[in-house]
């Protein structure tokens, strides 16, 4: 078509592991920066160091000691009676081995499934989009799949786990360096989370870049079996990242709804008081949920777009030509977003210091702005020179002629939306404005209308992401069809290891503040770790923002790409099989939402009654002359999560797999149309309703401006009805909603995953009627 691109082949396999391994790199200096903040108190020849001279003047060696104790216990608490295991870590250790069982299970699976297509033959098959040439057997296939979808499991494990290790790590650090400043508190929290960003943005290109190199050394030219073989991958990030955000939200909330309703509403003392016998698993849930999951969750975004885009590029003139620069063009995408993302993140770290409170949210917004501006300019390059000037995209039968500047547009409209849902979410959750403010003041007249403006709030606040979703999805396909949706949502996450870095900073700052509290360090202190965490409430729900945007386009991108690979032209809404598939596929979310939020019920119920007999049985507690009993409540959290994750992750795993058997690939497109139409508009509700009862809360407990002091102080009549309003809203932020995005990507993943099979072998009912 437009001639070659100005980036040679070489020079794309020289740039693509170069970027990846920088990130690493930059993630190791964060992470060394971090560790010079010291936990002890002596050194190794048994000399005390000085320590750094606290405002209050007094160098107080027993806080430091405290916070030591109090990383430990949410890191490593055991959670059995004569165990050695340990809190966050064990808890992911033992979901990783229930998650194990499920991989290996899965992986054979895939592998018989697919196998089967051809009868396990061994002989090269005609070409699927080529009849007249022959291509790589279906046991190649299956056999790829199967490894590409255990490296793309392992990846998520291991992200999610270095992303939790990272956090237990950082956040007594935190806490001790807010005693020089909430500036320095607050780098420390950024690069931690900086720490996890790059590791998993790195880890996932360099882990995707090495396995389409060492399977191309078997399929040699046959690039469309090569690049079906790699959608394993994406398969595989979304399923552990699904049992991790699923194990996890259940966690963190059953710990949070116990610790609230008993010791903030009943007993009237502090959120992290010490007294609180859940104070310690709510603080381990900050990490396994909104870290752990999260970094699991958008790997899987990352994997399954990047999967999407070389699928539908394979069958294109990149493939066809065999020009290894235009089809890695995702990755390219990646890769600057890496360069990108590092020079941003130096703004917040070491260009610009934050000197007071009212510069933290601003400096994580700027975050988002700076990459943002930086990257369309990355776009461009990238556009430039690894794009020929003209090519065709395969859009259902047929090739589309495509200009690279239409391609750039693609990328940028997707970056751009992210943007605005970010703002937008943050508009509608931050209680620096109206929204928040006004469910706030509905607190005067109780928890029911607290309740009914927060809901009112959730539902209005998804218009705006909605249009930003559906303009991006316009223009990118009807510039380069389904390849240009799939681009789109890589632009989205193109900047994913600055989004996870203000979205972690979230956590470890919540897990400082109740360090601080459990330590009993000055007013000044807990007023400095309280500004930190409320800038990151604020930015994890642009976090979540981003990622059910992104998970929109991302399962539209696997959409189109199943149906390609299905061989269907056309979906026809009218046609009974697919109107039930839709009708069924929109009902999903609901059940899974309420699996889920009646999971966080049950184990909350456990936990208050837990943490009452405690402060009703044990003498000494309130006077804080007993330590509370806390590895009970770990206990509880962690037994029920890990029971209770199951039913909702067979319900996302099994539902492709028993429609496309049963019913078909008429019927299961209709079941992934309806899933992503219902599960975008309850994701982003659900998230935003919670978000906003929380910082309802925050603002009320601040008492920063004259209209929050009528509602205040703590323990007032408006206080408490928002803090029902919080814990109602606790399973739909932190469970439900953010748990839907992986439910409408994997199920679009898996059904292109094992396309070839039910296009074979499916629609067995009606076959027999």
């Known amino acids: 078509m437009g001639g070659a691109t100005l980036l040679s082949d070489l020079g794309t396999e020289i740039v693509i592991p170069i970027c990846a391994l920088i990130g690493i790199a930059f993630a190791v200096?964060?992470?060394?920066?971090?560790?010079?903040?010291?936990?002890?108190t002596a050194s190794k020849n048994g000399i005390t160091d000085p320590l750094v001279e606290e405002e209050d003047g007094v160098a107080d060696h027993s806080v430091v000691r405290k916070c030591a104790d109090i990383q430990a216990a949410i890191s490593e608490v055991p959670i059995r009676e004569k165990s050695n295991d340990t809190g966050a870590t064990s808890f992911l250790v033992t979901e990783y081995q229930y998650v194990g069982i499920f991989m290996i299970a899965f992986a054979i699976l895939i592998f018989l499934f697919l196998g089967s297509v051809e009868g396990f033959s061994t002989e090269s098959q005609p070409c699927t989009y080529d009849k007249t040439k022959l291509c790589k057997p279906a046991l190649a296939t299956a056999i790829f799949s199967t490894i590409s979808f255990l490296l793309g499991a392992i990846t998520s494990v291991v992200s999610g786990f270095l992303g939790m290790k990272i956090a237990t790590y950082a956040n007594a650090r935190t806490t001790l360096e807010a005693r020089k400043g909430v500036g320095k508190a607050f780098i420390v929290a950024f690069r931690s989370g900086a720490v996890m960003g790059f590791l998993l943005a790195a880890n996932g290109l360099l882990v995707l870049y090495i396995a389409i190199n060492l399977f191309k050394l078997y399929y040699g030219d046959d690039w469309q079996g090569l690049f079906e073989s790699i959608t394993g991958y994406g398969l595989g990030g979304s399923s552990m990242a699904l049992f991790g955000r699923v194990g996890g939200g259940i966690y963190t909330k059953a710990a949070d709804v116990?610790?609230?309703?008993?010791?903030?509403?009943?007993?009237?003392?502090?959120?992290?008081?010490?007294?609180?016998?859940?104070?310690?698993?709510?603080?381990?849930?900050?990490?396994?949920?909104?870290?752990?999951?999260?970094?699991?969750?958008?790997?899987?975004?990352?994997?399954?777009?990047?999967?999407?885009?070389?699928?539908?590029?394979?069958?294109?003139?990149f493939g066809i030509n065999h020009d290894l620069t235009a089809i890695l063009y995702p990755l390219l995408i990646?890769?600057?977003?890496?360069?990108?993302?590092?020079?941003?993140?130096?703004?917040a770290t070491d260009f610009f210091e934050v000197k007071v409170v009212k510069e933290i949210e601003p400096a994580l917004k700027k975050q988002l702005i700076i990459s943002t501006i930086l990257m369309t300019v990355g776009i461009a390059i990238v556009s430039w020179i690894g794009l020929p000037s003209s090519f065709t995209i395969y859009n259902f039968g047929e090739q589309k002629v495509v200009k690279s500047w239409q391609l750039f547009l693609c990328v940028a409209v997707g970056l751009w939306a992210g943007l605005i849902i970010g703002f937008v979410t943050e508009y509608y959750t931050s209680n620096a404005y109206s929204p928040v403010q006004d469910v706030a003041d509905s607190c005067r007249t109780g928890a029911a209308t607290n309740v009914i403006f927060g809901l009112a709030l959730g539902y209005k606040s998804v218009i705006i992401p909605i249009f930003a979703i559906t303009i991006s999805i316009f223009v990118s396909f009807s510039f380069a069809a389904m390849y240009g949706i799939a681009v789109a949502a890589l632009g989205m996450l193109s900047t994913i290891a600055t989004g996870l870095a203000i979205d972690a900073y979230g956590p470890i700052s919540d897990n400082a503040g109740g360090i601080a509290e459990m330590a009993g360090m000055s007013h000044s202190i807990r007023e400095r770790t309280d500004a930190l965490d409320a800038a990151g409430n604020t930015t994890a729900a642009i976090g979540k923002g981003f990622a059910i945007g992104s998970a929109a386009l991302v399962s539209l991108a696997l959409f189109g790409a199943f149906v390609s690979r299905a061989g269907i032209s056309t979906v026809e809404v009218l046609t009974p099989k697919v109107f039930i598939g839709l009708i069924v596929g929109a009902m999903l979310p609901y059940w899974f939402?309420?699996?889920?939020?009646?999971?966080?019920?049950?184990?909350?119920?456990?936990?208050?009654?837990?943490?009452?007999?405690?402060?009703?049985?044990?003498?000494?507690?309130?006077?804080?002359?007993?330590?509370?009993?806390?590895a009970t409540c770990v206990k509880i959290s962690t037994d029920a999560s890990l029971k209770e994750m199951i039913p909702p992750g067979a319900l996302v795993m099994l539902t492709p797999l028993i429609v496309g058997i049963f019913f078909g690939i008429e019927t299961l497109s209709g079941v992934l149309a309806g899933a992503l139409v219902s599960g975008v508009q309850i994701?982003?509700?659900?998230?935003?309703?919670?978000?906003?009862?929380?910082?309802?809360?925050?603002?009320?407990?601040?008492?920063?401006?004259?209209?929050?002091?009528?509602?205040?102080?703590?323990?007032?009549?408006?206080?408490?009805?928002?803090?029902?309003?919080?814990?109602?809203?606790?399973?739909?932020?932190?469970t439900s909603g953010p748990s839907l995005n992986i439910l409408i990507k994997l199920m679009a993943v898996e059904s292109l995953v094992f396309a070839p099979f039910f296009a074979v072998h499916g629609g067995l009912l009606f076959k027999i009627f």
């Not at 971090?34 to 936990?39: D, G, I, N, T, Y």
């Not at 969750?297 to 070389?310: H, I, K, N, R, T």
């Not at 699928?311 to 294109?316: G, H, K, M, P, Q």
């Not at 309703?689 to 603002?699: F, I, L, R, S, V």
């Open 29 to 40: 200096l964060q992470w060394l920066l971090v560790s010079k903040v010291k936990l002890s």
């Open 258 to 317: 116990g610790a609230d309703l008993v010791g903030k509403v009943e007993q009237n003392i502090p959120e992290d008081d010490p007294r609180n016998p859940a104070v310690i698993a709510d603080n381990v849930g900050d990490n396994v949920g909104d870290i752990a999951g999260m970094g699991s969750d958008l790997f899987g975004s990352y994997a399954e777009s990047s999967c999407a885009a070389l699928v539908v590029a394979s069958i294109s003139s």
């Open 334 to 347: 990646s890769s600057i977003g890496i360069l990108v993302c590092l020079l941003t993140t130096l703004f």
């Open 593 to 630: 939402s309420a699996m889920t939020m009646k999971s966080v019920g049950s184990a909350a119920l456990k936990m208050v009654e837990e943490v009452r007999r405690q402060f009703n049985t044990i003498p000494g507690i309130m006077e804080g002359t007993t330590k509370p009993d806390y």
């Open 683 to 734: 994701a982003i509700s659900a998230s935003n309703t919670g978000g906003a009862w929380d910082n309802a809360k925050k603002y009320i407990e601040a008492g920063a401006s004259e209209h929050a002091r009528t509602l205040g102080p703590k323990g007032s009549d408006a206080h408490k009805a928002a803090v029902i309003g919080d814990t109602v809203g606790d399973p739909l932020k932190d």
